[in-house]
Nanobody, 125 residues
Framework: QVQLVESGGGLVQAGGSLRLSCAAS???????TGWFHQAPGKEREFVAA????????YYADSVKGRFTISRDNAKSTVYLQMNSLKNEDTGVYYC???????????????????WGQGTQVTVSS
């Protein structure tokens, strides 16, 4: 079992920055960890993913150049640095972990085995 807890969300003005954290407990090893975004009234969408070693990272086109995913395995924590935030970045951000042996590169959303409860990010004009 893996428990994931997100933190770092909040209210920020457009153009500002936030850093989200995803702390893992229990079985902390995961092959991939990803961040997903669910805007109000919309489906959850992929944002970014990182491999266990940190050597491989993937981003949605909408966040490339603005968001950076990283991890500190000694702290069992994955981060999402969000810069140049836009109104459309508003929503709940979830982290998720892949522990199964077979998955895509990057993993598809249904291949994530564990999910956190999410943290709210609100970007104001």
């Amino acid at each position: 079992q893996v428990q994931l807890v997100e933190s770092g969300g909040g209210l920020v003005q457009a153009g500002g920055s936030l850093r989200l954290s995803c702390a893992a407990s229990g079985r902390t090893f995961s092959l991939y960890t990803g961040w997903f975004h669910q805007a109000p009234g919309k489906e959850r969408e992929f944002v970014a993913a990182i491999s266990w070693s940190g050597a491989s990272t993937y981003y949605a086109d909408s966040v490339k150049g603005r968001f950076t995913i990283s991890r500190d395995n000694a702290k069992s924590t994955v981060y999402l640095q969000m810069n140049s935030l836009k109104n459309e970045d508003t929503g709940v951000y979830y982290c998720a972990a892949v522990t199964r042996s077979q998955y895509g590169i990057p993993p598809l959303s249904y291949q994530y085995d564990y999910w956190g409860q999410g943290t709210q990010v609100t970007v104001s004009s």
